[in-house]
């Protein structure tokens, strides 16, 4: 069964870093991309990064282009999300999921997610 | 303002067929990017629901179906159920800015 668990959220103040973690298993994890998707407090779904399976190949939303960097550990089957310079509007819940097939593909599955505020 | 524009909101009663649609400017995405949807159950985490425009992965019932022609792509759910009632989101590729994409999303209430 193929299991993606976040961990890394909590409060943390304008201004301030954090670094988030997904844990996979169940599948070959350097064979997949692998992707970071935000859902603010009562908001829709938005894409935050996408890493390729050797780590070479990276793209970002707009949005946290300069302030976040995705990487991932394949001898440890992790992703992570480096975020700084953390905003107010950075709130949300941050979920990990696998991507499938080529430059058009789709994520599945997903993790349960990790809870960021940024809150003075 | 999301580069797919979906309904907010749909309803229907248990038994009946509705749609949810999904569509978008030929400047952002491409006649060659698939279209995917995804449920989200309040409080849970996304779940796909379609892939490559009309394709159910394994465990989704066939009374869900989904199409894409132009710039626009179709959920449907025939014999809806109580348990359909949840947020569903289209998402695929835009090519130019090397960026996914997700709809605004759609509340479906089961009346």
């Known amino acids: 069964e193929v299991l993606l668990v976040e961990s890394g959220g909590g409060l943390v103040q304008p201004g301030g870093s954090l670094r988030l973690s997904c844990a996979a298993s169940g599948f070959t994890f350097s064979g997949y991309p692998m992707t970071w998707v935000r859902q603010a407090p009562g908001k829709g779904l938005e894409w935050v990064s996408v890493?390729?399976?050797?780590?070479?190949?990276?793209y970002y939303a707009d949005s946290v282009q300069g302030r976040f960097t995705i990487s991932r550990d394949n001898s440890k089957n992790t992703l992570y999300l480096q975020m700084n310079s953390l905003r107010v509007d950075d709130t949300a819940v941050y979920y990990c999921?696998?991507?499938?097939?080529?430059?058009?593909?789709?994520?599945?599955?997903w993790g349960q997610g990790t809870l960021v505020t940024v809150s003075s | 303002q999301s580069v797919l524009t979906q309904p907010p909101s749909v309803s229907g009663a248990p038994g009946q067929r509705v749609t949810i649609s999904c569509t978008w400017s030929s400047s952002n995405i491409g006649a060659g990017s698939d279209v995917h949807w995804y449920q989200q159950v309040p409080g849970t985490a996304p779940k796909l629901l379609i892939y490559g425009n009309s394709n159910r992965p394994s465990g989704v019932p066939d009374r869900l179906s989904g199409s894409k022609s132009g710039t626009s792509a179709s959920l449907a759910i025939s014999g809806l159920q109580a348990e359909d009632e949840a947020d569903y989101y289209c998402q695929s590729y835009d090519s130019s800015l090397s960026a996914y994409v997700f709809g605004g999303g759609t509340k479906l209430t089961v009346l």
């Open positions: 999921a696998k991507k499938v097939a080529g430059s058009s593909g789709w994520f599945d599955p």
């Open positions: 890493i390729s399976g050797s780590g070479h190949t990276i």
